[in-house]
């Protein structure tokens, strides 16, 4: 949805009005957001293979991290503990906009 955005933003400017349906495309898979998102989606894949292995092999560790994040975080399990999520992921979409849009204007 943000790369929808960016597009639809990036096909309004000068410098792409020349340019034929396949050749957006093509600048759009270069950009530097496109390379941002792929990097988010290879750092949480690791990161949830790190969280697998810390919960299956590492049980003890495991739960005793659990019983301390609830202990000490009031966000960790409450009814409002998705909410506090909320605020990096929007950060994220407002950051790859900026870059999509940033490489646009170049």
Do not use: C, H
């Not at 009005?17 to 988010?40: F, I, M, P, V």
């Amino acid at each position: 949805m943000v790369r929808w955005l960016a597009d639809r933003r990036n096909n309004r400017l000068p410098q792409y009005e020349k340019l034929n349906a396949e050749e957006r495309q093509a600048a759009g898979d270069r950009s530097s957001g496109t390379l941002l998102a792929s990097g988010y989606i290879a750092g949480g894949a690791l990161a949830g293979i790190i969280i697998a292995i810390t919960a299956g092999v590492l049980t003890d560790f495991d739960s005793s991290m659990a019983k301390w994040a609830e202990a000490s975080n009031p966000f960790f399990a409450g009814p409002n503990a998705n909410l506090l999520t909320l605020i990096p992921y929007g950060l994220i979409i407002a950051l790859l906009y900026w870059v999509a849009r940033e490489k646009a204007k170049r």
